[in-house]
């Protein structure tokens, strides 16, 4: 019997067939934000019917980024999609007839971290269109009274940037993409994807600078991060942390400045822990 795992994210959407532990077919696609919510469900059941194909499933995990409910497959809240009480885990039942589970995106990454690492104590962010987490203590997700982790709009600046959420001066708009876009047009007079100033930063000095103020803001919430919660690791996921020492570099220099606490390695969370963490809801 096969297990299907799906992982929205803000920017792409990946959906997996699992037959035991292991995945057999993965796609990935455009999540497609800008063309509106009955758009982003009708992908995400087009994307479990590719995977599923003719094989029969015993049930569907999905990762949502978000306030989610677990208990009744609801994302209570997620600002940049503008879902608000959106009963999504109900849709792909109704679709499929199986058994579906939900969970935070994050989360369903810290789940699948948390199978590839004898560590018991840490920290994972997902850094890419926006700043998600998990936290695990002693081998057990911890999520509060529902939603702990939401460390991408913890406040960086008192009056700084307006945030999706409405606030101001989340971490967020610090680290994740629009923070790149924001000092590329600031340095090089346009718009340029966190990809395009990566490339740019092997020989350009502007670019590189640009990993350096971004790096420095993350190293100041990861220096939160370690005095509260003292991980021996702060997983990282997402397409940003890609470019590695250019911005962990800078990150971790800023956090070494700041923390009291020993110091948390840095590490990028195994590939597709997203995936494996949402599959793993299934035998919750």
């Known amino acids: 019997m096969f297990k299907i795992a799906l992982v929205v994210g803000g920017t792409n959407t990946k959906c997996a067939l699992f037959k035991g532990n292991r ?103 997902t850094l890419g269109t926006g700043l998600g987490g998990a936290v695990v203590i002693e081998g057990e997700l ?57 490339r740019l930063a092997v020989r350009n000095k502007k670019a590189k600078k640009i990993y350096n103020e971004i790096g420095r803001y993350l190293g100041i919430g990861l220096a939160n991060i370690a005095n509260a919660f003292n991980p021996e690791i702060i997983y990282f996921t997402g397409k940003i942390i890609r470019s590695g020492s250019l911005l962990l570099g800078p990150a971790r220099d800023e956090m070494r400045k700041r923390i009291v606490v020993k110091p948390p390695k840095l590490k990028r969370a195994p590939e597709d822990s997203g995936l494996y963490g949402a599959v793993s809801l299934l035998n919750l």
């Open 23 to 125: 995945i057999v077919k993965k796609l990935e696609r455009s999540t497609g934000a800008r063309k509106g919510t009955k758009f982003m469900i009708s992908n995400i059941l087009d994307m479990i019917s590719e995977v599923k194909g003719s094989s029969k499933i015993s049930g569907i995990g999905l990762g949502s980024p978000g306030r989610v409910n677990s208990k009744t497959g609801v994302v209570v809240k997620y600002s940049k999609f503008k879902w608000k009480n959106l009963p999504l885990a109900r849709i792909v039942q109704k679709k499929f007839k199986t058994k579906v589970i939900m969970e935070n995106d994050a989360n369903c990454a810290g789940l699948g971290a948390l199978k590839n690492t004898k560590t018991k104590n840490f920290v994972l962010l």
């Open 142 to 198: 911890y999520k509060g009274m529902g939603s702990a982790g939401h460390f991408g709009h913890s406040t960086i600046e008192k009056n700084g940037f307006r945030c999706t959420c409405g606030n101001r001066g989340c971490l967020e708009e610090y680290v994740a993409a629009r923070a790149f876009e924001r000092l590329a047009r600031k340095y090089f007079g346009k718009k340029l994807s966190p990809k395009e100033i990566e």
